[in-house]
């Protein structure tokens, strides 16, 4: 299994920004794909965002597209999630997500595309 370990949540108002990081510990990140999934109260996971093993490629959910940003730093071990003009709808645990036979993102974010996650970091949008 992946050691995923996520921080960067807070609370910020609304149209603030947040930037959140995953880093792996116990192997080398570069190989795999690496996704973020959130969860509200009361709603399913959804997946966020997912970018590839070499960073040449990602995807969004439509409702981040345009504020969001997926990268990774493979020499740090980390994958990021810049999250800009935040919206209390972005409201969520986030986790961040990744699997020892994925190294290219699917076409769809789905949880059981993921056998390893981090424990989540809270981010709340409010006034």
């Known amino acids: 299994q992946l050691r995923l370990v996520e921080s960067g949540g807070g609370l910020v108002q609304p149209g603030g920004s947040l930037r959140l990081s995953c880093a792996a510990s116990g192997f080398t990140v570069n190989y795999y794909a690496i996704a973020w999934f959130r969860q509200a109260p009361g709603k399913e996971r959804e997946g966020v965002s997912c970018?590839?093993?070499?960073?040449?490629?990602?995807n969004y959910a439509d409702s981040v597209k345009g504020r969001f940003t997926i990268s990774r730093d493979n020499a740090k071990n980390t994958v990021y999630l810049q999250m800009n003009n935040l919206k209390p709808e972005d409201t969520a645990v986030y986790y961040c997500?990744?699997?020892?036979?994925?190294?290219?993102?699917?076409?769809?974010?789905?949880?059981?595309?993921?056998?390893?996650w981090g424990q989540g970091t809270q981010v709340t949008v409010s006034s």
């Open positions: 970018i590839t093993y070499s960073g040449g490629s990602t």
């Open positions: 997500a990744g699997d020892f036979a994925r190294g290219i993102c699917p076409p769809a974010l789905s949880r059981v595309d993921f056998g390893s």
